[in-house]
C-alpha cells in the first residue's frame, strides 16, 4: 500500500511538476532530432506553407526525373548501335518539339505561382501585434522590444561546461526571446558587423541580418512552447555558437514578462548590464530598408 502510495506521489509529481514551474506552463520544445530526413512540424501556418510548396516541388522533380531516366534507358536499349543499326533520318518532330517546350514551361509556371505567393506572404507583417527587433552579434543575439517595454535583452548559449540537467546542448540560451502565442510578430532584423541570419526552422522563418539594414519579415506562433534555431549564415568561429529559442507564451505571462524585465532594467544596473533600456538612437533604426 505505501508502495502504491508512493508511486501514486511521483506520478502526480513528474505529471504536475512542469506545471508548478515559476511563470512557465507546459514544457513543450520543437528541436532538430538525430537523423531527421523530414522538415520539423510546423508551428504555424507560414511553415505549414513551405511544407505545401516544398511537397509540390518535390513531386514535380521526382516524377521529372523519373520520366527523363526512363526516356534514356529507352533510347539506350532500342536505338543503340547493334540493336538499331540503321538509324532514322528524321530531324523534325513538330508535336514533340512543341510538347517538350510548353510542358515545362506549365511545370514552372506551377511551381512560381505558390511561390512568389508564399514571398509576399512572408515579407510584410499583417496587422502586427509587436514587434521585435533581432540584432545579431559576433556571437550572440539582441532582442529588442521597442513596443513592450522599450529595454533589450541579450541572448547567449549556454556553454557545455554550464549546462543544466535538461537543457540542451548547443540549443540552449542564457535569455531566450519571449513572444505572445497567436499574435503577428513582426521581425526586423539586423547587426552589429557581419551578415548573420536569424533562422528557426518550425516558425518558418529565415531572413539575413545585414549590418547598415534593417529587414522585415513576421511570425506567429500556435501553441505555447521553446521553439529553435539557429544563426543560419557563416559568421566567423562561433557561428555555430549562436542558437536561438523562440519561447511562446500566454498574453498574461508575456505581459508579467516585459513588465518584470523592464523594471529589471530600469534599476541601478551596472554599465553593460541585461536586460538594458533603448536608447534613443534606436527607436531611428524602426525603418525598413528594401
Ligand atoms: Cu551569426
Known amino acids: 500500500m505505501q508502495l502504491f502510495r508512493r508511486l501514486c506521489a511521483a506520478l502526480t509529481l513528474m505529471t504536475m511538476a512542469p506545471l508548478a514551474m515559476p511563470g512557465w506552463g507546459g514544457a513543450f520544445a520543437q528541436v532538430p532530432k538525430p537523423w531527421e530526413i523530414g522538415m520539423q512540424p510546423a508551428a504555424n501556418l507560414i511553415k505549414q506553407k513551405i511544407i505545401d510548396l516544398h511537397d509540390l516541388v518535390f513531386w514535380i522533380i521526382t516524377l521529372t526525373t523519373i520520366f527523363v531516366a526512363a526516356l534514356l534507358v529507352i533510347v539506350m536499349v532500342r536505338f543503340n548501335a547493334k540493336a538499331n543499326p540503321i538509324p532514322s533520318k528524321t530531324s523534325h518532330h513538330t508535336g514533340l518539339e512543341i510538347a517538350w517546350t510548353v510542358i515545362p514551361v506549365l511545370l514552372l509556371v506551377i511551381m512560381s505561382i505558390p511561390s512568389f505567393r508564399l514571398i509576399y506572404y ?144 530600469q534599476a541601478d544596473a551596472p554599465a553593460g548590464a541585461q536586460p538594458r533600456l533603448l536608447a534613443a538612437t534606436d527607436a531611428t533604426a524602426n525603418q525598413v530598408q528594401r
Not at 517595454?149 to 554550464?162: A, L, P, V
Request: glycine content about 6%; some cysteine; hydrophobic content about 40%.
Open 122 to 265: 512572408q515579407d510584410r507583417t499583417p496587422n502586427p501585434d509587436l514587434t521585435i527587433k533581432v540584432i545579431a552579434h559576433q556571437w550572440y543575439w539582441e532582442y529588442a522590444y521597442p513596443d513592450n517595454g522599450e529595454f533589450s535583452i541579450e541572448s547567449r548559449m549556454i556553454r557545455d561546461e554550464n549546462l543544466k540537467p535538461g537543457q540542451l546542448r548547443m540549443l540552449d540560451v542564457d535569455n531566450q526571446m519571449v513572444v505572445p502565442v497567436g499574435k503577428n510578430i513582426r521581425i526586423l532584423t539586423s547587426s552589429a558587423e557581419v551578415i548573420h541570419s536569424f533562422f528557426v526552422p518550425s516558425l518558418g522563418v529565415q531572413r539575413y541580418a545585414i549590418p547598415g539594414r534593417v529587414i522585415e519579415t513576421w511570425f506567429s506562433v500556435d501553441k505555447p512552447g521553446v521553439y529553435y534555431g539557429e544563426c543560419n549564415q557563416i559568421c566567423g568561429a562561433d557561428h555555430s555558437r549562436m542558437p536561438i529559442a523562440v519561447h511562446a507564451v500566454s498574453a498574461q505571462e508575456f505581459k508579467a514578462w516585459t513588465e518584470q524585465t523592464k523594471k529589471a532594467a
